[in-house]
């Protein structure tokens, strides 16, 4: 039989991870927002420039957790322009164009500064 015991309580790593949680400062997300909204925009195709023109960012708080969302409000006929543009899209003569990955590519930096950003001031305490 395997048993185990467990004595003291988990105070420590409580106190840490409040400290950490307190240390983030909501508005920082902003400077990532609007980075993110002009790396999308000057990565997007343009044959217009509306597409390009139309990303914009919102910061949303559920319970423990923050998240920022890049949206794109370019849609004609119930179609996300952004969305063909990024995986491709049938003709109406029965083709297909082939899609293109620039929405990965132009967010990712943002990402990889957001996380070690976050790293840095997570292991600073």
Same mark, same amino acid.
């Given at each position: 039989? #395997?048993? @185990?015991? +467990?004595?003291? &309580? @988990?105070? $420590? ?6 400290? %950490? $949680? ?7 997300? &902003?400077?990532? *927002?609007? /980075?993110?909204? !002009? /790396?999308? !925009?000057? !990565?997007?195709?343009?044959?217009? *420039? ?11 708080? $559920?319970?423990?957790? %923050?998240? #920022?969302? @890049?949206?794109?409000?370019?849609? +004609? ?8 543009? +990024? ?7 029965? *083709?297909?164009?082939?899609?293109? &990955? ?7 930096? #943002? @990402? &990889?500064?957001? !996380? ?10």
């Amino acid at each position: 039989m #395997i048993s @185990f015991r +467990q004595k003291g &309580d @988990f105070s $420590k790593l409580t106190n840490y991870l409040t400290k %950490v $949680k307190s240390t983030v400062r909501l508005s920082i997300l &902003d400077k990532y *927002g609007k /980075a993110g909204v !002009a /790396a999308l !925009a000057s !990565a997007t195709p343009v044959e217009s *420039g509306l597409t390009a023109a139309s990303w914009y960012y919102e910061i949303e708080r $559920k319970n423990e957790s %923050v998240t #920022i969302n @890049f949206l794109n409000s370019n849609v +004609q006929n119930g179609v996300p322009i952004a969305v063909i543009l +990024q995986l491709g899209h049938g003709t109406g003569t029965g *083709g297909w164009v082939e899609g293109r &990955d620039y929405i990965n590519p132009a967010i990712r930096p #943002i @990402f &990889d500064e957001i !996380a070690n950003n976050a790293w840095r001031e997570v292991t600073k305490l």
